[in-house]
């Protein structure tokens, strides 16, 4: 079984970044879409970013433009790179993979990582 650990979240001032990093156990990895969700106190978890194995992305339109995922299937890990940062982004961030984008997730659930975008 393939598990998820995300990092690199904090306290960022509007307008600032942050790299996410997701590190996956397991030996599928490389075989799977990732992706990149989040879930802000009172709201539903939505997606933010997925990636294929191919490297095709797609971003949900409230990030496009200041958000991008990458990946690196040697370490096992998928980033998110945030950029202009405003309020409305924090909230708690997870990693999951599913068969490709559109479709939904199918792994564990991590731990997430906070972002909280305050001044």
């Known amino acids: 079984q393939v598990q998820f650990v995300e990092s690199g979240g904090g306290l960022v001032q509007p307008g600032g970044s942050l790299t996410l990093s997701c590190a996956a156990s397991?030996?599928?990895?490389?075989?799977?879409?990732m992706n990149w969700y989040r879930q802000a106190p009172g709201k539903q978890r939505e997606m933010v970013a997925a990636?294929?194995?191919?490297?095709?992305?797609n971003y949900a339109d409230s990030v496009k433009g200041r958000f991008t995922i990458s990946r690196d299937n040697a370490k096992k890990t998928v980033y998110l790179q945030m950029t202009s940062l405003n309020p409305e982004d924090t909230a708690v961030y997870y990693c999951?993979?599913?068969?490709?984008?559109?479709?939904?997730?199918?792994?564990?659930w991590g731990q997430g990582t906070q972002v909280t975008v305050s001044s």
């Open positions: 397991g030996t599928i990895f490389s075989i799977y879409t």
């Open positions: 999951n993979p599913s068969m490709t984008i559109g479709t939904p997730p199918f792994g564990s």
């Open positions: 990636i294929t194995i191919e490297g095709r992305t």
